[in-house]
């Protein structure tokens, strides 16, 4: 087996993911999702998770529950999808229809070295979503996918949704988003609807 041939630039497709997003709440996993969040442009609807591998659905699921009326995204990789891949299985059985994920798959662990991850052994994330009763899965390896994927987020009622998103694998440069743990809280608890002080 062997690693997935994905060709997208993965800023070039969270930006595409990202653009005229509106009301668009965004959750971000650990390492190079969030780095390409951030860079696709600072966003008070942003989440961005630092040290959680693994967790980044499951915030994903909470602020879905707590803000029905919002589209929610997870933009993460899939070292990070496969570290929580159980959380699919939750998220199939509370049927959030805002919530949307897109796991950018270049078949690696970026963050620790580049070792083939399960996708690029030949793992395919759309299909154990589809298996955990995730109901609308896709497997995109263009723009033109990336858009009609966008074009769906602000459905409130077609999720849960996974994307595989196929991107190329290398090394991007880092752009960091904040890191102070009082702000990025207060920024949060503000979008689940608790008094910010």
Do not use: C
């Not at 499951?58 to 496969?82: F, S």
Request: charge should be neutral.
């Amino acid at each position: 087996m062997s690693a997935p041939t994905g060709t997208l630039d993965r800023r070039a497709a969270v930006k595409a993911l990202l653009a005229d997003r509106g009301e668009l709440l965004v959750i971000s996993g650990l390492g190079s999702s969030s780095y390409d969040v951030f860079d696709a442009g600072e966003h008070p609807g942003n989440f961005y998770l630092w040290g959680a591998m693994g967790g980044a659905a499951m915030v994903g699921l909470g602020l879905a529950l707590a803000q029905p009326k919002r589209p929610v995204l997870v933009v993460t990789g899939d070292g990070e999808q496969l570290m929580g891949i159980g959380s699919l299985l939750t998220i199939a059985t509370k049927q959030p229809g805002n919530l949307s994920i897109a796991v950018l798959d270049n078949g690696h662990f970026g963050e620790t070295g580049m070792q083939p991850s399960h996708s690029g052994l030949g793992a395919k994330l759309e299909v154990i979503a589809s298996g955990a009763g995730i109901g609308n899965v896709s497997d995109i390896a263009d723009m033109a996918g990336v858009e009609n994927f966008r074009n769906s987020l602000r459905d409130l009622n077609g999720g849960p949704r996974l994307a595989r998103i196929r991107i190329a694998a290398g090394e991007v440069e880092r752009a960091l988003p904040p890191r102070d743990g009082t702000y990025l809280k207060n920024r949060f608890r503000g979008h689940l609807g608790f008094k910010v002080n």
